[in-house]
C-alpha cells in the first residue's frame, strides 16, 4: 500500500513538472512572439518618422538648382509657345479678315452667313439665328457659305483657348519660381511640384521642348521647335517674360 501511495505521488509529481516545462515553454514562446512583434512596430515607427522627416526636410543646393533648371526650360518653351501661337493667331484673323470684307453684314454690325443649302444663318459667334433676325433667301448666294467660314473661327477659337492655357501655366511657373525663391521648399512640396509642372503642361508648350514626349489634345497644335535656344536672351526670370499679343476677335 505505501508503495502504490510513493508510485502515486511521483507520478503526480512527474505530471505536474512536466506541465510546468510545458507552461513554461510556451510563457517563453509567447514574450519571444511579443518581442519580435514590439521590435517590428519599432521598426516600422522609425522607418514611418524618417520617411515623414526626409518629406519635411528643406530641399538641397543641388535640388534647388535643379528645379530652377526646370523652371527656366519650361519658361522658355512657354515663350516659345506664346510666340508661335501669336503668329498663327494672325495668320487665322487674316483669313477671316478677308472673309469678312466679302461677307453679308447685318446693320448692327454683325457678320453673318448662311448654309450652302440656304436653310440657316449664323453669325460670327456661332449663332443660329431667327428668321425673325434675318430670312436666308435676304442673303446673296455670292456672298461666303458658312461651310467656309466656319473652320476659321473654330481655329481661331482653339488657338485663344492655346493661349489662356500658355498664359495659366506661365502663372503657375512664376508660383513656383517664388517659392522656391523663398529658401525652405520642403522635399515633399518639390516633388509634387515637379510632378505637377510636368502633369499640367499644355501641349503647345510640351511640343517646344526636345525631349519631351507630346501628345496633342486638340486639333491644332504648335509645331515642334528643331532645337530649343536657352541663350540668355530666352531664359525668363521671375516673372515670366510676356508677350503683348493683339486682341484676336471673340
Given amino acids: 500500500m505505501t508503495q502504490l501511495l510513493v508510485a502515486g505521488g511521483l507520478g503526480q509529481a ?60 519650361y519658361g522658355t518653351g512657354s515663350v ?13 484673323q487674316k483669313r477671316l479678315d478677308k472673309i469678312f470684307a466679302k461677307s453679308y453684314t447685318l446693320p448692327d454690325g454683325r457678320k453673318v452667313w448662311k448654309t450652302a443649302d440656304g436653310s440657316e444663318v449664323y453669325d460670327e459667334r456661332g449663332e443660329k439665328l431667327d428668321l425673325s433676325v434675318i430670312d436666308p433667301a435676304e442673303i446673296a448666294d455670292e456672298y461666303p457659305k458658312w461651310e467656309t467660314v466656319k473652320p476659321m473661327l473654330d481655329e481661331r477659337e482653339l488657338l485663344l483657348k492655346e493661349r489662356t492655357e500658355i498664359l495659366d501655366y506661365q502663372d503657375k511657373l512664376d508660383a513656383a519660381r517664388d517659392r522656391l525663391d523663398s ?68
Fill in 183 to 250: 529658401g525652405n521648399m520642403t522635399r515633399k512640396e518639390f516633388e509634387e511640384l515637379r510632378e505637377e509642372l510636368k502633369a499640367d503642361m499644355p501641349d503647345a508648350v510640351r511640343a517646344q521642348i526636345p525631349g519631351m514626349e507630346a501628345e496633342p489634345s486638340q486639333d491644332h497644335a504648335a509645331a515642334p521647335a528643331e532645337e530649343l535656344d536657352l541663350s540668355d536672351d530666352m531664359v525668363p526670370t521671375a516673372p515670366i517674360a510676356r508677350i503683348s499679343t493683339p486682341n484676336f476677335g471673340g
Fill in 14 to 73: 512527474f505530471r505536474h513538472s512536466a506541465n510546468t516545462a510545458a507552461y513554461l515553454k510556451h510563457f517563453a514562446r509567447q514574450q519571444e512572439e511579443e518581442r519580435l512583434r514590439r521590435d517590428r512596430k519599432e521598426d516600422l515607427a522609425s522607418e514611418t518618422s524618417e520617411v515623414f522627416d526626409f518629406a519635411l526636410a528643406v530641399i538641397t543646393a543641388s535640388e534647388a538648382a535643379e528645379l530652377r533648371f526646370e523652371l527656366d526650360l
Fill in 80 to 92: 516659345a509657345a506664346l510666340q508661335q501661337n501669336e503668329i498663327e493667331l494672325a495668320d487665322v
